[in-house]
């Protein structure tokens, strides 16, 4: 029994190509936004985009949340985020609550430290992408949007 994906028949080549053109120019730039955000996070907040991410995730969750969630919220796996919430825990930007339920598991929560930062991160975050995408119309914009969620919600 095979696991590769079913092979689809291109109805019009001309098309298909036009879509793969999509797909790269895409790709490309979400490196390059991704590479200037880390670089403005390096040079101006002496910080990394994984720590940005999971402060920003805590920050949209001031009760805080479970290792699990913070993993499954930034799609990525547990071993990944518990590097960095070690890292800002350390640093004062979160700290970690044992659970009840659970005294195994705990809830990590952003510090006010943590919110002050974010808060001044989220600021300059919008910024640089109100920057990045100054050549974007307000109407190219909504319908980049929508293209987006085309993409993610074809079944």
């Known amino acids: ?43 101006g907040y002496d910080t990394t985009l994984p720590r940005f991410d999971v402060l920003a995730a805590l920050h949209a969750h001031p009760k805080g949340m479970t290792m699990s969630e913070l993993s499954k919220h930034l799609v990525v796996s547990n071993g990944n985020v518990t590097g960095v919430v070690d890292r800002i825990v350390k640093d004062g930007l979160a700290e970690r609550e044992k659970l009840k339920s659970d005294r195994r598991a705990f809830r990590v929560k952003i510090s006010q430290n943590g919110r002050d930062l974010m808060d001044e991160l989220t600021a300059a975050h919008l910024g640089w992408i109100d920057q990045l995408f100054a050549n974007v119309s307000e109407a190219d914009a909504a319908r980049a949007i929508s293209i987006m969620l085309d993409i993610r919600h074809k079944k």
Request: aromatic share 4%; charged share 35%.
């Open 1 to 43: 029994m095979s696991t590769a994906p079913e092979k689809h028949s291109i109805d019009n080549p001309d098309l298909a190509r036009d879509r793969l053109r999509l797909w790269l120019q895409m790709l490309k730039a979400v490196r390059y936004v991704e590479s200037t955000l880390r670089e403005n996070l390096r040079t």
